[in-house]
């Protein structure tokens, strides 16, 4: 098996394990066990664990390599299902368990994203964002997919889903043990540590990827996690909703081919198309919502899931094309962590819904991301010294402005 199919299956696996919960919240919330604020905090508990965990593991990855990393998250991952597995009716192992699903995907996916580039030269540009965001997607998809197949129709609806994914987890962990091991094999000088905060120096980042990175979730979840509460589904109602996520994250999935080649000549279009797809997607939901009609809730899962997809591949696209090969791993994490602040929307939802109207809500966010069209619209400037993903040079070494060890390859000069 290649090495890179292994990194692959390894994301798969842990994206399975954090998205697996999202079609059990109606499983918690209508089995009485636990109150709706406290499942709603599971569910944000994930980013909690995630966001810190992500800026923490790039480092750790760069000083002791990237297989002992992903060895230790994939048994993270499983532990975290266990722990779910065994006490997910009480809400703090149930928010226990979520926090550790997030610890072990901010683990797998920066280090993960960067090692598939690694082992995946020579490539086309975007080869690897494109492989690092379909292996990501379908283990979001598929696990939701298969908890709301078990959860609606098993005879142990909290327990089974996650059976499932330590079973899955089990046989993956198996095959990606003895993937081989690449830092040594790139070129990063042995010069001081990248630091995570330097990444914000680069006004391209904050203006072209940072205002974008939280709708990539932020629209997926909106989907899976927020309209199945808002709208009623007659029916297998839990099965609909792990469905809505696969769904989802599978049109998501699906636009990531035509945005990998049309992001090859300019990413600034398609993150015009993600945005496009929000304002769209989100306006179509808060109609489904306002009509309490179900299927509408069909075309505004493809959207908001092709708005994830595009978006996804936009700023992983935009970040492998500037950033050189010591500074990947550390923007590739500051990014995922913006876009996992979406996971925090069903939340914004759930304490706002008394003051603002659920309806009305999804009205204002696709107005904002209508209006991020024209805000991260491009300005032609010289880039060159004012990005540099590292700290400044210290004083007395002898340098001025941004070195040739300082200055990422591939930088846009335009």
Request: proline share 8%; glycine share 10%.
């Amino acid at each position: 098996m290649v090495p890179w199919v292994r990194v692959a299956l390894a994301m798969f696996a842990v994206g399975w394990g954090a998205n697996q919960f999202a079609p059990l919240l109606l499983v918690y919330r209508e089995g009485g066990g636990v109150a709706e604020t406290t499942v709603t905090v599971a569910f944000a508990a994930y980013a909690a664990g995630l966001i810190p965990t992500l800026l923490v593991a790039v480092s750790v990855a760069d000083r002791v390599g990237r297989l002992p990393v992903m060895r230790v998250v994939l048994v993270l991952s499983a532990l975290a299902s266990a722990i779910l597995l065994v006490g997910g009716s009480y809400a703090p192992t149930l928010i226990a368990g979520r926090l550790l699903a997030g610890v072990a995907s901010g683990g797998a996916f920066g280090p993960g994203t960067a090692w598939i580039k690694e082992v995946s030269e020579p490539s086309a540009p975007g080869v690897a964002a494109r492989r690092a965001a379909i292996s990501l997607t379908a283990g979001f998809g598929g696990g939701p997919l298969v908890a709301g197949v078990f959860g609606q129709w098993s005879p142990a609806p909290e327990a089974v889903p996650y059976a499932a994914h330590i079973l899955l987890t089990l046989v993956i962990t198996i095959l990606a043990w003895n993937t081989p091991e690449t830092l040594h094999h790139t070129s990063m000088p042995p010069a001081g540590p990248v630091h995570w905060r330097g990444v914000f120096r680069y006004r391209p980042f904050l203006r072209e990827v940072a205002p974008t990175a939280p709708l990539v979730f932020g629209a997926a979840t909106t989907s899976f996690a927020i309209l199945p509460g808002l709208v009623p589904v007659h029916g297998p109602h839990i099965a609909v909703s792990g469905g809505m996520a696969a769904l989802t994250l599978g049109s998501g999935v699906a636009v990531q081919p035509v945005c990998h080649r049309l992001a090859a000549r300019t990413t600034h279009a398609v993150r015009y198309a993600g945005l496009t797809a929000a304002s769209l997607g989100l306006l179509v939901a808060a109609a489904a919502v306002f009509l309490k009609e179900p299927i509408l809730l069909v075309p505004g899962a493809v959207l908001l899931g092709a708005c994830y997809g595009i978006l996804l591949v936009a700023g992983l696209t935009r970040i492998e094309s500037v950033a050189a090969p010591r500074h990947l791993a550390p923007a590739i994490a500051v990014f995922y962590s913006l876009t996992y602040l979406g996971f925090s929307a069903p939340y914004v939802v759930t304490e706002l819904k008394d003051v603002v109207t659920p309806a009305l809500f999804l009205v204002v966010a696709a107005a904002v991301s209508t209006l991020l069209i024209p805000a991260t619209a491009t300005r032609s400037r010289p880039a060159l010294r004012e990005a540099a993903l590292r700290r400044p040079p210290t004083a007395g070494s002898g340098s001025q402005g941004v070195t040739t060890e300082q200055r990422p390859e591939g930088w846009p000069r335009s």
